[in-house]
């Protein structure tokens, strides 16, 4: 929420193994079948780069919403290789991992920024994201932020390690 009442929707991906936030969309609206697809092609890019499918099938975990689980929206992640799935009903702890990102989120960078208005908020998503990626440390990862989980691991995979 913003001191002016607007509030701020985000729908995000993470990368369950290296915890990397690849994605998101933000809108002071509900989050549309059409923001999760856009939100499928930017995570998609991100991690793989301009590609029309996938070379191998990616399993998309996503909460029940309609916006997920519309007809639409399935059928485009079928298409681009993902193998749409859903968390069980009711069972937050299901999607540990992305509650745990929402409750970082909050913690550490929503509540400490000024967030007079919407425009504002959005704004400063990008610097957030970039921020969690690049420098916050995970336990999970031994401490390492997602980034220099990703570069460590990349440099062993290179040297044979």
């Known amino acids: 929420g913003c001191d002016n009442g607007e509030k701020v929707r985000v729908a995000f991906s993470l990368d369950c193994c290296d915890r990397e936030a690849m994605g998101f969309v933000a809108t002071t609206a509900g989050i549309s079948a059409e923001d999760v697809r856009d939100l499928m092609t930017a995570t998609v890019e991100h991690r793989f780069g301009r590609v029309n499918r996938l070379p191998r099938t990616i399993e998309w975990l996503s909460d029940n919403g309609s916006c997920y689980t519309a007809r639409e929206t399935r059928r485009f992640a079928r ?83």
């Open 79 to 161: 298409e681009i290789n993902l193998q749409p799935r859903t968390t069980p009903v009711e069972s937050p702890q299901s999607n540990g991992m992305a509650e745990a990102f929402v409750k970082t989120m909050k913690r550490d960078y929503v509540r400490i920024a000024d967030r007079p208005d919407a425009k504002t908020v959005i704004a400063m998503l990008p610097h957030w994201f970039r921020h969690y990626n690049t420098v916050h440390p995970h336990r999970a990862l031994g401490y390492l932020s997602p980034r220099e989980y990703i570069n460590r691991s990349t440099t062993e995979e290179l040297s044979g390690n």
